[in-house]
């Protein structure tokens, strides 16, 4: 006899609401205001109802004076619409890094350097006075992912930074949430009773696809804000005038593909052995439409073998695709090719598309001829493919960081662990195991991402990038404990442990429950002379990688 089965409703996104409290009175009142009111609802599909997007898709925040809403280089994925009061922006010069919850980098001195080695604490995790102390320009409201930071003296604030401020009706970080960048300008509270609608990147992104005002609202503020400066940065259009890449802005195309969510889902799947989903951005043997420019996140390069596809590459942020069969078809109409290759989405990927005519018409007459293919394209990778594929398969290429470690070389001596523990306080931040492929090994340490999904949602700001070198770093002082980070990290490299002070007795609250923090690699930023981990390594078998970069690591395994 088989085994019975079990009928049960189909996951569907809106299983989970962003808050489950929302009201009927509240929505009713949502959209009596600006610009829900004047949306027309019989545009949206029964699927998608304006109400039901309201109803899951957003929450009502209410913050005091000074609390802050968002940060300056934060991750985030939602956007806020101001319902009451207002907010209060900071221009320039940006907040001190300790002001936002930030550690400040500093180098040790040699002393301290030297003295790591016999003035360690014999007991594990012990946290000291200096660890645990915020900055007084810094407040805290709350308890764990309830916490609200506030600055303590908006006045000295406005005094001392170029603000501006936002009223109701106005709308602000649609920019990040919708492509995934990080906050570009810090944000909080301008008054007292200032309320604010936050809405999810899923629920943005369906308002626009059926608002034809509040869509172009959104693009014009993207072209006006970010658009110029990032093609600007682009060698393909350096050497447009203001007239052209005016031109190209007006007909640049923005896509998204993939899951926003993806490291969660991506757990999930990986725990269970199978692959997660690739949107197909652009398909081998169609016509190339235009240049797709990544710009944020990652994309697989396939091409097909066999039955199946292999891949070549992996494109990230700043990378193009669809240039070369293009120009090739512009400089030699007699001899057009299609796409070449296949593009997919990996996790969540952001893309703009510069169309084809466009690319024929403005762009390419002002390239030199040098730039231009004379062949149809051809890619080859240096790192070989089943490596290259262990990499895309584990999303391993969004590390700048990487421990990678050559089995062949490794003796367990476990020296690389010894010196990361005397590094860190005698708290070693990694594991030395992983996922293996061949005899290379990516050991459990954190990466130090590209895209550091870990960041997002960090209700202080403690797990941050650092102002100088770029890690990813937590400030022990502002973590409290409330496990975002280590939830989100799709690698398992974030830990939560439970701390002591430097008598070795653990920490409690109140309720005499343990007090946790967050800890992880920090790539030994104030160390001199770079991680000791890869210093230690008495056989060379232990690299911090760059795995956006194949060449590198190709000539490190070849060394």
């Not at 796409?339 to 002002?366: C, D, F, I, K, W």
Request: glycine letters at 8%; hydrophobic letters at 40%; one cysteine or more.
């Amino acid at each position: 006899m088989p085994s019975a089965s079990l009928i049960v409703d189909r996951p569907q996104r809106w299983d989970a609401a962003f808050d489950p409290e929302l009201t009927d009175a509240v929505l009713d009142r949502l959209l009596t205001v600006a610009p829900f009111h004047a949306m027309q609802a019989d545009r949206f599909p029964k699927k998608l109802a304006l109400r039901d997007i309201l109803r899951n898709d957003t929450r009502l925040q209410r913050y005091r004076r000074g609390e802050l809403v968002v940060r300056e280089g934060d991750y985030g994925t939602s956007a806020f619409l101001i319902i009451r009061g207002a907010v209060r922006v900071v221009i320039g010069p940006g907040l001190p890094e300790p002001v936002l919850g930030r550690r400040v980098m500093r180098r040790r001195t040699w002393w301290q350097v030297i003295s790591q080695w016999w003035a360690n604490s014999k007991y594990p995790e012990i946290r000291r006075g200096g660890a645990a102390s915020t900055d007084p320009r810094l407040g805290q409201r709350g308890t764990e992912g309830a916490v609200r930071v506030f600055l303590q003296d908006v006045p000295r604030v406005l005094g001392e930074h170029r603000t501006a401020s936002l009223a109701e009706g106005e709308v602000f970080g649609e920019i990040a949430a919708l492509s995934r960048m990080p906050r570009t300008a810090t944000v909080f509270a301008e008054t007292d009773d200032t309320e604010l609608l936050e809405i999810r990147w899923q629920g943005l992104r369906d308002l626009m696809r059926y608002d034809a005002a509040l869509r172009q609202h959104i693009d014009q503020i993207y072209r006006e804000r970010a658009l110029e400066t990032y093609l600007r940065s682009l060698p393909l259009f350096s050497r447009l005038s203001d007239l052209q890449l005016r031109e190209v802005m007006r007909q640049t195309e923005f896509a998204t593909f993939g899951d926003y969510d993806w490291s969660g889902e991506y757990r999930k799947l990986a725990a269970k052995g199978q692959s997660a989903s690739e949107p197909v951005i652009a398909q081998q043997g169609d016509y190339p439409n235009g240049v797709v420019l990544v710009r944020a996140g990652f994309a697989r390069l396939t091409e097909k073998f066999g039955h199946g596809e292999r891949t070549l590459s992996y494109l990230g942020a700043g990378a193009h695709f669809g240039h070369d069969e293009i120009a090739h078809n512009w400089r030699r109409k007699d001899e057009t090719v299609s796409l070449q290759h296949s593009l997919r989405a990996l996790g969540y990927t952001h893309v703009l598309v510069v169309p084809t005519a466009v690319m024929e018409q403005v762009v390419l007459p002002t390239l030199p001829a040098a730039e231009l293919p004379a062949t149809a394209p051809a890619v080859s990778t240096s790192i070989g493919p089943d490596l290259l594929e262990f990499f895309t398969e584990n999303r391993f290429f969004n590390g700048t960081a990487a421990m990678l470690i050559d089995l062949d070389r490794c003796t367990r001596c476990d020296d690389c662990v010894r010196a990361c523990a005397a590094t860190h306080d005698n708290n070693p931040r990694f594991l030395r195991h992983g996922p293996i492929s061949g005899h290379v090994m990516v050991a459990n340490a954190c990466m130090h991402c590209a895209d550091p999904v870990c960041m997002i949602g960090c209700p202080t700001g403690a797990i941050h990038r650092s102002a100088v070198g770029g890690q990813v770093v937590i400030n022990q002082a502002t973590c409290v404990g409330c496990s975002i980070c280590a939830n989100n990290c799709p690698y398992d490299a974030i830990r939560m442990v439970e701390i002591r002070d430097e008598r070795g007795v653990f920490m409690v609250d109140a309720d005499l429950k343990p007090i946790l923090k967050a800890t992880k690699c920090d790539l030994c930023a104030t160390q001199y002379g770079g991680p000791a981990c890869q210093r230690a390594c008495p056989h060379d078998a232990l690299v911090r990688a760059n795995l956006t970069d194949p060449d590198a690591v190709a000539q490190w395994l070849n060394r």
